[in-house]
């Protein structure tokens, strides 16, 4: 090799050595950069955050206002007495009546004393047993100032015994809950 070949690539190297030098320093200043603008900076802990606020005294609050509660619906008042009996005059009226009933007893009704009713009130009941809706019936009333109404639960076909428990009676007037009753069947 002569000389001047050999300078040409003496040169060559020394340039392609401070290309690659080049470009491993802008790397390496290339990803500290990068973690300065990507990496988060630590937070502190919470003890050493320095608090900006102030702890407003209890008395300087605003007293709260009263909360108007508007009721929805209150009770008709039409119904004057619930009974739950076992024996029932033509009029309406309870001949024999208890709490307590037995199984076998082979009718049972509710009868509802009203106050004073007018055509078209709507009255209805839910009865449960044990908690669980039992069943429901209704009625409107044709007449003005019924005095009684009655719901009757007779032993049906091949029944020989009521669900024995504890069971609730709850009476409706227009929708609007009025007066509940409780017995129970042993």
């Known amino acids: 090799m002569n000389q001047t070949s050999q300078r040409a690539f003496f040169q060559k190297g020394f340039a392609s050595?401070?290309?690659i030098l080049?470009?491993?320093v802008a790397s390496v200043l290339g990803y500290l950069g990068y973690n300065k603008l990507v990496k988060p900076k630590s937070i502190s802990p919470p003890s050493q955050i320095q608090r900006n606020y102030k702890p407003v005294p209890k008395n300087s609050l605003p007293k709260p206002k009263p909360v108007s509660v508007k009721i929805r619906s209150?009770?008709?008042g039409v119904v004057q007495s619930l009974v739950v009996a076992n024996a029932i005059d033509k009029t309406g009226r309870p001949l024999s009546y208890s709490t307590v009933y037995k199984s076998s007893?082979?009718?049972l009704g509710l009868v509802v004393k009203l106050n004073s009713t007018k055509p078209?009130?709507?009255v209805d009941y839910v009865r449960?047993?044990?908690g669980r809706v039992l069943d429901h019936r209704h009625v409107t009333t044709v007449t003005p100032n019924l005095?009684?109404?009655v719901f009757s639960w007779p032993l049906k076909g091949v029944s020989v015994?009521?669900?024995k428990g504890d069971y609730v009676v709850k009476t409706y007037i227009n929708g609007i809950f009025d007066a509940s009753t409780s017995y129970k069947v042993i």
């Open 22 to 24: 080049a470009a491993l």
């Open 128 to 130: 449960y047993i044990n």
């Open 161 to 163: 015994a009521r669900p």
């Open 120 to 122: 078209g009130t709507h």
């Open 147 to 149: 005095k009684y109404l």
């Open 105 to 107: 007893v082979p009718s």
């Open 74 to 76: 209150k009770k008709p």
């Open 17 to 19: 050595i401070v290309v």
